[in-house]
């Protein structure tokens, strides 16, 4: 079944920048989308962009523009989420998910990944 | 703030029915039928537990159903147990791959 793991907990001064990766296995990497979500203390989720694995693109919501990239590398079937310029509001933990074959829910998410933004 | 409205929290005894509200507008929850649950433990990736508004995924009990009404979407756990507490989220697709959500409904079980 669909696999998602992502890296380690991180600790972030204001101002760095902060990479998360998110692993898939038990299906063919190319051939779901993957999403990243975060969820900050207390909070809701935020849905916060889409990757195509396959290289054919990716958005990002309004609040994000300008300082989050998402890569990927099928050799290791790997995503990536960078978020720049840090600020304690990003403190939260950070969620990659899929949709699979559906189109509009998540039906595979990751454990989570905690950054924690502080001075 | 979230762009969903859900309860902070509902509460209920072992076998009895709670219903958790989630209430948005005529662009996201109102538009068409996107309309999912995520179940958040603990510890544990969330699980999503109703999708399209009605649809239950392979493996979660016929206990938990969902429905809409306008703008409203509304998740409904009968038979409570125990394993049942947990945070409950509600998120409806708006196009363009973005999705909102509500700030999520703690179900303790009395």
């Known amino acids: 079944q669909v696999q998602l793991v992502q890296s380690g907990a991180e600790v972030k001064k204001p101002g760095a920048t902060v990479k998360v990766s998110c692993k898939g296995s038990?299906?063919?990497?190319?051939?779901?989308?993957i999403h990243w979500l975060r969820q900050a203390p207390g909070q809701g989720f935020e849905w916060m962009g889409i990757?195509?694995?396959?290289?054919?693109?990716?958005a990002y919501a309004q609040k994000f523009q300008g300082r989050i990239t998402m890569t990927r590398d099928t050799s290791t079937s790997t995503v990536y989420m960078e978020l720049s310029s840090l600020i304690s509001d990003d403190t939260a933990v950070y969620y990659c998910?899929?949709?699979?074959?559906?189109?509009?829910?998540?039906?595979?998410w990751g454990q989570g990944t905690r950054v924690t933004v502080s001075s | 703030q979230s762009a969903l409205t859900q309860p902070r929290s509902v509460s209920g005894s072992p076998g009895q029915s709670v219903t958790i509200s989630c209430t948005g507008t005529?662009?996201?929850?109102?538009?068409?039928?996107?309309v999912s649950w995520y179940q958040e433990s603990p510890g544990k990736a969330p699980k999503l537990i109703i999708y399209?508004?009605?649809k239950r995924p392979s493996g979660v009990p016929d206990r938990f159903s969902g429905s809409k009404s306008g703008n409203t979407a509304s998740l409904t756990i009968s038979g409570l147990q125990a394993e049942d507490e947990a945070d409950y989220h509600c998120?409806?697709?708006?196009?363009?791959?973005?999705?909102?959500f509500g700030g999520g409904t703690k179900l303790t079980v009395l």
């Open positions: 998910a899929t949709t699979g074959d559906g189109l509009y829910h998540f039906d595979s």
């Open positions: 038990g299906y063919t990497f190319t051939n779901y989308h």
């Open positions: 990757i195509n694995p396959r290289g054919t693109g990716t």
């Open positions: 005529s662009s996201d929850v109102g538009s068409d039928n996107y």
């Open positions: 399209d508004v009605t």
């Open positions: 998120c409806s697709y708006v196009g363009n791959h973005i999705r909102v």
